[in-house]
């Protein structure tokens, strides 16, 4: 082969390989290119797929409307548009909305944390979700001046936004004191300290405080008995003046009936128990509640199941009380007290055979249990305040605890159960006045009864007092003899140094004695409401006194035109002393009270001439005006007797502290007002009576009558305790006896006496 032939074949050969070399180079470039631009295709591509053209049903062209931007790539920040920020909702359940972007999932955030109140849209509609809106319906929102609520996108908090509302939900209502009944009171709960106003259908209204623990109580006055429907409303500080919505509408069977006193059938009147245990019984009113007392002790209690009752307990110590019973309905209402019997609690275990009650395992009673509301039967917090659950008035001459709250104790409870608490009601917190048990006419009843002390006691008295005068040609009769020495001259004694007490000291001395022998009128165990009990009759007697003073002084200064004086006599403490003594001795409930401690007397006045040298003239006070002074004294006393009555009448019964206070103060001045001006109405000596009879007899009549009627109706109690006994029969006997001696006494000194002469 020739060079020319082998240089060709050569360069044949080489060609092809160099071609080679450079499709393999070009070939690595291309796949580079392409590994770099898969990405952005593929974004691309992606974000062709998440945003279609929307086409709306109005055959509207797409193309007017641009589609929502990327929301990676130029995201929108959710808002929202109700409630506005700083609103006030009326309500715990309300909607909150707003706007987003299309395609975003938004979450509204919980103010307390957790998990978010709601979530829009749910994660299955979130591939279709095209709205650019969101609402989230009831959702539940507590109370409060600044609640904070926020709205995030999901997956990117940073997207958000965020209001503050005030908040405040409708309070709740419960029901009455009991449950579904009540005897006017409402309960409910709501937001601590907010002032609750509780509605009923024709507007009548009542208002209460919600304590810290939200519960809150308020007491409809004059409704009748019936089914009604109660709604409440509240105002708290961040919300005034707005108030919230109403609640929903409950159900209230309202029954203000006083159910009858009950009857006590065992034990009877005159009976003697022992003290190891005894049965109580007697009928009722089926449903209620049925609590004993014998003195200050509260025995036990029983539910009324087919019109009688019957309850076992021990623990009273010995001695002689008054038995009586009340009783409380479903509603609350607590009615009169039975009719006292008196009964005698003796050491021995075996009781007398005319006596049914039986010996029964030792169950320590609770005296003068506290009054404390009970828990309502759905478990709901307490009722506020010592208005909570009215506290049982068992009529006149017994304390008055709730029957709920009068359960016997057990015998290991015993030692516990004696102290007793500052809110304790005691006897004197007891109402006065009939038990509705007796005469359907109480007051007719009184004014027959002052009519026969008119005729048997007190004139008599007047004939005999008379009687003695005259047989003593007018001297003072002395009660006791004469110490001093009658027959020494006054120079022969030394003359002892003279103390000067203050004259603030020596009243409020007297005060407190006065005060002290008021509270041994009744029963007395060892319990602080007892120094309760001490300031209740301390401010009782100052109002007593005051009025006792005071309006003799006005009348004497502004219509008499003469000078009138008080003087502290401090006999009128012996006076207090029997009464109050008497009253215990006798066991009369209410007790027969003498409060006053001194009298207004007029004094003699010396009127100069005008001209010079002319004689004074003294000028001394008349019989009429001396008799006129003595009757403002009384009748200012009888007025103020029965405005403190009135208004004792209306006040809340004693279930704490306050309302005790308030029920022993009333009582005190009722008592201690009405028996001074039956007291200082006997015509003998210088009392008023003989004042005021010396003046006008018929005045006198009328204030004694009305006097004696108005202590009588406040002891009816007692008169149906002597009737019952049948000792009533015998009071009138010794009564007309006494009348009898007096007049024969007064005619033979008047008529025969003489005539011997």
């Known amino acids: 082969m020739s060079e020319s032939a082998h240089t060709a074949v050569w360069s044949a050969s080489a060609r092809p390989r160099h071609s080679r070399s450079v499709a393999a180079i070009c070939t690595l470039l291309l796949g580079c290119a392409i590994a770099l631009a898969a990405p952005v295709l593929s974004s691309a591509q992606a974000e062709e797929t998440a945003a279609p053209t929307v086409v709306q049903p109005d055959s509207t062209p797409a193309a007017t409307e641009e589609p929502a931007p990327n929301a990676t790539i130029a995201p929108d920040r959710p808002q929202i548009a109700s409630p506005d920020d700083g609103q006030f909702i009326g309500s715990n359940r ?128 004059g409704l009748g008995n019936g089914s009604l429907n109660v709604t409440a409303s509240q105002t708290s500080s961040f919300s005034e003046p707005s108030s919230s919505n109403s609640s929903t509408p409950v159900t209230i069977v309202f029954d203000v009936t006083v159910p009858e006193a009950p009857v006590v059938t065992s034990p009877s009147a005159g009976a003697q128990v022992s003290v190891a245990g005894a049965q109580y019984s007697g009928t009722g009113e089926t449903g209620a509640t049925v609590t004993v007392f014998a003195g200050a002790y509260s025995v036990c209690s029983a539910p009324v199941t087919g019109g009688t009752w019957t309850c076992s307990a021990s623990g009273v110590a010995a001695g002689s009380y008054s038995v009586i019973a009340v009783q409380k309905d479903n509603a609350g209402n607590v009615g009169p007290g039975s009719t006292p019997a008196s009964v005698s609690y003796v050491a021995e275990s075996t009781p007398t055979p005319s006596e049914s009650a039986s010996v029964v395992p030792p169950v320590t ?82 004014g027959l009864l002052a009519l026969g002390a008119l005729l048997l006691i007190a004139v008599p008295l007047r004939l005999l007092a008379g009687t003695i005068s005259r047989s003593r040609d007018g001297r003072p009769l002395r009660a006791l003899p004469s110490l001093a020495g009658r027959n020494r001259v006054r120079e022969e004694f030394e003359v002892a140094p003279t103390v000067q007490l203050n004259r ?174 039956v007291l200082i109405l006997v015509p003998i000596g210088h009392t008023s009576g003989r004042r005021i009879l010396a003046w006008s007899p018929p005045l006198w009549t009328g204030l004694t009558v009305v006097a004696y009627g108005i202590l009588f109706a406040a002891l009816s109690p007692m008169v149906e305790q002597l009737q019952s006994a049948g000792t009533g029969m015998a009071l009138w006997i010794t009564a007309a006896t006494f009348a009898a001696v007096c007049a024969s006494a007064w005619a033979w000194q008047r008529f025969i006496t003489p005539a011997q002469r």
């Open 94 to 221: 309300t909607t909150v909305s707003g706007s987003k972007a299309a395609g975003q999932q938004i979450q509204l955030l919980s103010p307390r944390g957790g998990d978010p109140l709601c979530i829009f849209p749910s994660d299955a509609a979130l591939e279709d979700d095209t709205s650019t809106a969101w609402s989230c319906k009831n959702l539940y929102l507590q109370n409060g001046p600044t609640i904070t609520l926020r709205v995030v996108v999901t997956g990117n908090s940073t997207l958000s936004d965020e209001i503050s509302v005030a908040v405040l939900g409708a309070p709740t209502v419960l029901g009455g004191l009991t449950g579904s009944q009540s005897n006017g009171w409402v309960r409910g709960t709501g937001h601590p300290q907010a002032i609750v106003t509780a509605t009923l259908p024709n507007g009548d209204t009542c208002n209460s405080t919600a304590d810290s623990s939200g519960a809150w109580a308020c007491l409809f006055s």
């Open 365 to 446: 009673p609770t005296p003068s249990p506290s009054a404390a509301a009970s828990p309502s039967p759905d478990g709901a917090a307490a009722v506020p305040g010592a208005p909570v659950e009215p506290s049982p008035s068992p009529g006149p001459g017994t304390t008055a605890p709730d029957p709920q709250t009068a359960e016997p104790e057990n015998e290991g409870a015993a030692a516990s159960a004696f102290p007793g608490q500052w809110n304790d009601p005691t006897r004197f917190a007891a109402t006065i006045g009939p038990t509705g048990t007796g005469s359907p006419f109480p007051w007719l009843q009184a």
């Open 504 to 677: 603030w000291l020596r009243g409020g001395a007297a005060l407190l004695a006065a005060a002290t022998f008021v509270m041994l009128s009744g029963p007395i165990v060892d319990q602080p409401a007892y120094l309760r009990l001490l300031v209740a009759v301390i401010i009782g007697l100052v109002l007593v006194n005051a009025v006792a003073v005071l309006v003799p002084l006005w009348w004497s200064s502004r219509v008499l035109r003469l000078r009138g004086t008080v003087t502290f006599l401090p006999r009128y403490l012996l006076l207090i002393a029997a009464a109050a003594i008497a009253s215990r001795v006798f066991d009369v409930h209410p007790a027969l009270l003498f409060g006053l401690l001194g009298s207004v007397t007029l004094t003699a006045t010396t009127d100069t001439a005008g001209q010079t040298g002319a004689h004074p003239t003294t000028a001394r006070p008349t019989t009429a005006q001396r008799g006129q002074l003595a009757a403002v004294r009384v009748g200012a006393l009888a007025i103020v007797a029965v405005l403190a009555w009135s208004l004792s009448s209306v006040l809340p019964a004693a279930s704490d502290f306050v309302t005790s206070l308030a029920a022993e103060t009333g009582n005190t001045i009722v008592l201690a007002a009405i028996g001074s001006a």
